[in-house]
């Protein structure tokens, strides 16, 4: 360790050990801010200025010429330059010349590709940065957590990572998971108010939190202490730099194939090198000049068999798919996830606001006995109360205000009043289910800051799925009987209430009382009571609602944390309050045409079956004859049993996280590829455990997206299906140019190999044979990457992972285009010599003759074969006629920028002696024009009875 990295060290440790021996008071006394407050605008600008960001420093970014020496590492590039070097050796310095200026060239144009793919990668990384819920300007607000600065007061909720090293300020039952740090495996008890000693290891500093570490229970407040690279974390990163070098599946694939061709190019080119040695006659006798032109034949012939710029152009293409990926409102985490989207076989979702709008709306209330409805949609805070169906005023039954008090106190949601350019008006912090309980109460009149002014919260026992409710314990400072709470004459023995939201027969379980609606007493819970409530909340969830159970007791003093439980006993239901977050409109369709892909979705709720029905139903997700289940079924349940049970079972309510594990295991097991949606802390083992991961972007916490493979940004399902449709595309798209490359390839090997074996001479000389390579085929290559997809590609079956790149068909294809190429430009070069030197075929074996027509009418045959054979190229299946012949512009710029190459070749005086050609006339052209022509309705052909639609 270097001198200064220890002093970074000491410099870290005791920024945090001199906030830890700090009271609370202390700490917002040095870093000058207020709890209430936080810190202004002006001192955000000021600090960000001092501190900079909050966030690590990266790995230096490879420099332009590290990226060009990269570039020249190739074997065949080395194999190249070599050939470059022996022929400026032996005087030919026009092929030598030629030559590096196509190497350099190809270099410029890999380095150009792949800073382009590391931008769009780089900015998808930004996008994926995590959030903070801070303070600042007195209002709470969410920011990305790098504009964090020390002062900055932050609100920690279970499943956040910390955004920063804090002090916190205030704990409710927090705990928080350090073994990233530490390697402590237990999560540790946080406690804001103690005030340690001077000699604490950063383990045992109770009182603090650091970045990267998770908040898994519980919640609490800090004053950041310190940023960016000087956190504990920070301390770290200085000693060990991350870099992320993912290579997919499909990117080995290609380059084993690469690797194949490669080493089968390289015995070709052997045996062409010394088959055209030997046909030269006594090798004694053999000029220098004789000995260069075979070995470039050779080298060139390498070239043109190897695919070189496929790595690159599936890169770019991967590149362009994920930003497209990105506008679909899907942000993909992991390469290799765009490779396995396209195989899925059954999206597992959850319904709200994935299926659903995620704007819950409380529509129905049901306390004593009797129904409320309330009117308005969304966040929207303007709504009336009725009942059976006329506006009622809410003084004249006064337990359906304490239920909405109730509701207001066990909450940690917040509104506020959004932009002028938001028609809601307010815009949520927090749950939706939670903020759609404060609009209700907004819309009787009610308001956050009054009710948590009189009852403030003093402890809580934070909701999880297994307990399936939330407690909170709160002071009755300023009760009165006008407020909306139960209290009308406040003593001292009612000092304080405990109030509990929560899944309707849980909370009834743990109900003694009934409220009664004048809320002047308590009436004993019996048998008859309780099933009038259940059966209310059946009615109300067959109407496809979602039902929270309200209850309440009060206390004369506080049990102290470790004894909260104790609140949850002898408490007074108060009602129940329903609410609906309807259907996306777009989701319906999105099924549908999911369905047509062969893809089924499963719905996975924690909501009561009832709900999870009338949803499913309306959208059409429920297949006939398909089930729904139950978590209390699936305990019953048997791995196999489930296994089975999962081929027809469309929809899982009332589930719990390791429901979620067993059911992603059971799709599985039938061989199926799946996709897993989550939001929450106890969802991230079923997302991992998923083929693909779904993290939801807006209310998914910090651990599902960390452990997503992708992120919705809009928490939309039809973003699901749209990210499937483009790695649908993306994967089809790869599959097209492959298919153009190989086949270009080897009719170049081909048309090289077969005449120097007959000793014929090669067709094409060496640097017309690298022109192509560089010209005819890498630009189209390019284009086809940027193709939309076939019009039915959403109406195939998803693609078997194991299946290869080149499958039979293609292989048909390669082989059948291979030798229709290799046969036109073949006749081109015999056609071509025998214009020039008469019409006796056995003169073409004397290498006296003059081939420069041959060569010129050769080289423009296969170069204008490939580029409309690149049209093509752009369906494997459907007529370039049918999705429109020049459709993708970026096709048409590739085509003619290569058309206008090819042209300068053969017409440009000064480059004839450089690529051996010469300009044609009319009449070659009429020879021309059929043959190169050919190629392209092979193509054609083949789709129709190779790649023949099923």
């Known amino acids: 360790m270097t001198t200064m990295e220890k002093q970074e060290k000491t410099k870290t440790s005791s920024t945090a050990l001199s906030f830890s021996t700090s009271t609370i008071d202390e700490t917002l006394k040095s870093l000058g801010v207020s709890i209430t407050h936080g810190l202004s605008t002006a001192e955000v600008a000021e600090r960000t200025a001092k501190y900079g960001l909050n966030q690590l420093q990266e790995a230096p970014k490879r420099t332009f010429l590290q990226m060009v020496i990269d570039q020249l590492k190739g074997f065949v590039i080395i194999l190249l330059i070599v050939a470059a070097v022996i022929s400026g050796i032996l005087g030919e310095w026009v092929d030598a010349c030629a030559i590096l200026l196509i190497v350099v060239l190809n270099a410029v144009m890999g380095v150009i590709q792949e800073s382009r793919a590391e931008e769009a990668l780089?900015?998808?990384?930004?996008?994926?940065?995590?959030?903070?819920?801070?303070?600042?300007?007195?209002?709470?607000?969410?920011?990305?957590?790098?504009?964090?600065?020390?002062?900055?007061?932050?609100?920690?909720?279970?499943?956040?990572?910390?955004?920063?090293?804090?002090?916190?300020?205030?704990?409710?039952?927090?705990?928080?998971?350090?073994?990233?740090?530490?390697?402590?495996?237990?999560?540790?008890?946080?406690?804001?108010?103690?005030?340690?000693?001077?000699?604490?290891?950063?383990?045992?500093?109770?009182?603090?939190?650091?970045?990267?570490?998770?908040?898994?229970?519980?919640?609490?407040?800090?004053?950041?202490?310190?940023?960016?690279?000087?956190?504990?974390?920070?301390?770290?990163?200085?000693?060990?730099?991350?870099?992320?070098?993912?290579?997919?599946?499909?990117?080995?694939?290609?380059?084993?194939?690469?690797?194949?061709?490669?080493?089968?190019?390289?015995?070709?080119?052997?045996?062409?090198?010394?088959?055209?040695?030997?046909?030269?006659?006594?090798?004694?006798?053999?000029?220098?000049?004789?000995?260069?032109?075979?070995?470039?034949?050779?080298?060139?012939?390498?070239?043109?068999?190897?695919?070189?710029?496929?790595?690159?152009?599936v890169t770019i293409s991967l590149a362009l798919g994920m930003r497209e990926m990105v506008n679909r409102h899907a942000l993909i985490r992991r390469l290799s996830s765009v490779e396995t989207l396209g195989s899925a076989t059954v999206i597992c979702t959850d319904k709200t606001g994935t299926l659903t709008q995620n704007e819950m709306t409380v529509t129905r209330l049901w306390v004593d006995g009797q129904f409320f409805d309330i009117t308005g949609t969304g966040y929207a805070t303007e709504g009336k109360f009725l009942v059976d169906g006329n506006e009622i005023d809410?003084?004249?039954?006064?337990?359906?205000?304490?239920?909405?008090?109730?509701?207001?106190?066990?909450?940690?949601?917040?509104?506020?009043?959004?932009?002028?350019?938001?028609?809601?008006?307010?815009?949520?912090?927090?749950?939706?289910?939670?903020?759609?309980?404060?609009?209700?109460?907004?819309?009787?009149?009610?308001?956050?800051?009054?009710?948590?002014?009189?009852?403030?919260?003093?402890?809580?026992?934070?909701?999880?799925?297994?307990?399936?409710?939330?407690?909170?314990?709160?002071?009755?400072?300023?009760?009165?009987?006008?407020?909306?709470?139960?209290?009308?004459?406040?003593s001292s023995s009612e000092r304080y209430t405990a109030v509990v939201k929560g899944a309707p027969d849980v909370v009834l379980s743990l109900?003694?009382?009934?409220?009664?609606?004048?809320?002047?007493?308590?009436?004993?819970?019996?048998?008859?009571?309780?099933?009038?409530?259940?059966?209310?909340?059946?009615?109300?969830?067959?109407?496809?609602?979602?039902?929270?159970?309200?209850?309440?007791?009060?206390?004369?003093?506080?049990?102290?944390?470790?004894?909260?439980?104790?609140?949850?006993?002898?408490?007074?239901?108060v009602g129940l309050i329903g609410m609906i977050d309807p259907p996306r409109t777009e989701v319906k369709s999105a099924l549908?045409?999911?369905?047509?892909?062969?893809?089924?979705?499963?719905?996975?709720?924690?909501?009561?079956?009832?709900?999870?029905?009338?949803?499913?139903?309306?959208?059409?997700?429920?297949?006939?004859?398909?089930?729904?289940f139950t978590g209390a079924q699936i305990n019953e349940l048997s791995d196999e049993e489930l296994r089975k049970a999962a081929a027809t079972t469309d929809v899982y309510a009332r589930v719990s996280p390791e429901h979620k594990m067993r059911i992603v295991d059971a799709l599985r097991a039938n061989g199926q590829i799946v996709a897993m949606t989550g939001d929450g802390v106890n969802d991230a083992p079923a997302i991992k455990r998923a083929d693909i991961g779904i993290a939801m972007g807006?209310?998914?916490?910090?651990?599902?997206?960390?452990?997503?493979?992708?992120?919705?940004?809009?928490?939309?399902?039809?973003?699901?299906?749209?990210?499937?449709?483009?790695?649908r595309v993306i994967y089809s798209n790869i599959r097209k140019f492959v298919y153009f490359l190989i086949s270009c390839n080897l009719a170049e090997i081909l048309i090289i190999f077969i005449p120097t074996l007959l000793g014929l001479g090669s067709p094409l000389t060496a640097i017309q044979l690298l022109w192509l390579n560089l010209v005819s085929d890498g630009a189209p290559a390019l284009a086809l990457g940027t193709e939309k997809g076939d019009p039915d590609l959403m109406d195939q079956?998803?693609?078997?992972?194991?299946?290869?790149?080149?499958?039979?068909?293609?292989?048909?294809?390669?082989?059948?285009?291979?030798?229709?190429?290799?046969?036109?430009?073949?006749?081109?070069?015999?056609?071509?010599?025998?214009?020039?030197?008469?019409?006796?075929?056995?003169?073409?074996?004397?290498?006296?003759?003059?081939?420069?027509?041959?060569?010129?009418?050769?080289?423009?045959?296969?170069?204008?074969?490939?580029?409309?054979?690149?049209?093509?190229?752009?369906?494997?299946?459907?007529?370039?006629?049918?999705?429109?012949?020049?459709?993708?512009?970026?096709?048409?710029?590739?085509?003619?920028?290569?058309?206008?190459?090819?042209?300068?070749?053969?017409?440009?005086?000064?480059?004839?002696?450089?690529?051996?050609?010469?300009?044609?006339?009319?009449?070659?052209?009429?020879?021309?024009?059929?043959?190169?022509l050919i190629p392209f309705a092979a193509a054609e052909l083949i789709k129709r009875f190779v790649f023949s639609r099923d």
């Open 122 to 313: 780089a900015s998808l990384k930004k996008m994926a940065s995590p959030e903070a819920h801070v303070i600042r300007d007195g209002k709470r607000s969410s920011i990305p957590a790098t504009q964090l600065v020390p002062g900055d007061v932050v609100f920690l909720e279970a499943g956040n990572f910390i955004p920063a090293d804090l002090r916190l300020v205030e704990s409710v039952n927090l705990r928080v998971e350090e073994a990233a740090l530490t390697g402590e495996s237990l999560p540790i008890q946080k406690n804001a108010n103690v005030v340690l000693k001077s000699s604490v290891h950063v383990g045992d500093m109770t009182n603090c939190a650091f970045m990267g570490t998770l908040a898994n229970y519980g919640r609490g407040i800090g004053v950041v202490t310190a940023t960016g690279m000087s956190t504990q974390l920070g301390h770290i990163a200085t000693m060990l730099q991350e870099v992320e070098n993912e290579e997919t599946p499909l990117q080995k694939k290609l380059d084993n194939l690469g690797k194949t061709l490669g080493y089968a190019c390289l015995g070709v080119c052997a045996l062409v090198f010394i088959t055209g040695i030997l046909r030269a006659g006594d090798i004694t006798k053999l000029d220098a000049e004789h000995w260069v032109n075979q070995f470039m034949v050779a080298v060139s012939l390498a070239i043109a068999a190897v695919p070189e710029g496929l790595p690159a152009i």
């Open 394 to 490: 809410l003084a004249n039954y006064p337990a359906a205000k304490t239920a909405l008090w109730v509701g207001m106190l066990n909450n940690d949601a917040h509104l506020e009043v959004a932009d002028q350019e938001d028609e809601k008006g307010v815009r949520i912090i927090g749950d939706p289910t939670e903020a759609s309980l404060l609009v209700a109460a907004a819309k009787a009149g009610a308001t956050l800051n009054e009710v948590n002014t009189s009852f403030p919260r003093t402890a809580e026992i934070p909701f999880d799925s297994d307990r399936k409710r939330m407690v909170t314990l709160h002071e009755a400072m300023a009760a009165n009987a006008e407020d909306f709470s139960p209290y009308y004459h406040p």
């Open 511 to 573: 109900c003694k009382y009934m409220q009664s609606m004048d809320d002047q007493k308590t009436i004993p819970m019996d048998d008859e009571m309780r099933a009038r409530v259940l059966a209310a909340n059946d009615k109300m969830t067959k109407d496809a609602l979602r039902v929270l159970g309200l209850a309440f007791r009060t206390v004369d003093a506080h049990p102290g944390d470790e004894n909260l439980t104790a609140l949850e006993e002898d408490l007074v239901f």
């Open 592 to 628: 549908l045409k999911a369905r047509h892909a062969g893809i089924r979705t499963v719905m996975i709720t924690g909501d009561y079956p009832n709900t999870a029905r009338a949803i499913g139903e309306s959208i059409g997700l429920i297949e006939p004859g398909h089930a729904v």
């Open 698 to 727: 807006i209310t998914g916490t910090d651990v599902a997206k960390q452990t997503a493979d992708m992120v919705l940004t809009d928490d939309n399902y039809a973003s699901i299906v749209a990210a499937v449709e483009q790695g």
């Open 797 to 932: 079956k998803p693609r078997p992972t194991n299946e290869p790149i080149i499958n039979k068909k293609m292989a048909i294809g390669v082989a059948i285009q291979t030798v229709v190429d290799t046969c036109t430009t073949l006749s081109a070069y015999i056609i071509g010599f025998l214009m020039v030197n008469g019409q006796t075929i056995d003169m073409i074996f004397d290498q006296n003759m003059d081939f420069t027509m041959a060569h010129t009418m050769a080289f423009v045959t296969l170069s204008l074969s490939e580029l409309i054979r690149a049209y093509a190229a752009r369906s494997e299946r459907y007529s370039v006629f049918k999705i429109g012949f020049f459709s993708n512009k970026w096709m048409n710029l590739a085509v003619l920028a290569s058309f206008l190459l090819v042209m300068f070749v053969v017409y440009v005086p000064f480059l004839n002696p450089i690529f051996n050609t010469q300009p044609l006339l009319l009449e070659e052209w009429l020879e021309v024009v059929p043959l190169f």
